[in-house]
């Protein structure tokens, strides 16, 4: 858990923000696969 922390430092605002987007990007894609699935 400790190197997890130490690991987290060395990221720096942008890879956070891209992580983020990279995130939504994800959850924009699931979800159009779920609702395509449910129709």
Known sequence: ???LA???K???EQDLK????LCDEIGRI???FI???KR
């Open 6 to 8: 130490q690991r987290l």
């Open 30 to 32: 699931l979800n159009g």
């Open 10 to 12: 060395f990221i720096n």
């Open 1 to 3: 858990m400790l190197y």
């Open 18 to 21: 891209d992580g983020l987007s």
């Open 35 to 37: 609702n395509s699935l």
